[in-house]
């Protein structure tokens, strides 16, 4: 497995084409650990929630970063997304959020380079 691109929302930063599954938390938690041990582990999570309530449930510390800007994926790049259920009420975005660990559901993203047949 190459290194893993953490983020908080299932987007598709790059071209390419993409497959994306539901998974378990304890499916997030067991790939998320063997990256972080084999190969790496590139941080797009911006919210402290997500350390507090997911990192804390799962028992992991999940790294913040706040200062990247766009996030660049490999030709090849594997996804985990930790992300809320819902979306957030404009008047309510940067409140505190997602305070419950029911609030988040986990996605694992495979994504490969577009080909001429995929348009």
Do not use: W
Not at 47 to 56: A, H, L, N, S, T
Not at 90 to 95: A, I, N, Q, V
Request: with cysteine.
């Amino acid at each position: 497995m190459k290194k893993i691109f953490l983020m908080n929302s299932a987007m598709m930063p790059t071209d390419g084409v993409y497959t994306c599954k539901t998974i378990s938390a304890t499916q997030f938690k067991n790939i998320f650990l063997y990256a972080k041990t084999h190969e790496g582990i590139v941080s797009s999570v911006a919210y402290p929630e997500i350390q507090d309530v997911v990192g804390k449930n799962l028992d992991i510390v999940i790294p913040i970063d706040r200062a990247k800007g766009l996030t660049v994926l490999d030709e090849y790049s594997n996804i985990l997304v930790v992300k809320l259920k819902y979306r957030v009420p404009s008047e309510r975005k940067g409140h505190r959020l997602g305070s419950k660990f029911d609030d988040y559901e986990f996605k694992f993203i495979t994504k490969k380079p577009p080909s001429h047949d995929s348009i």
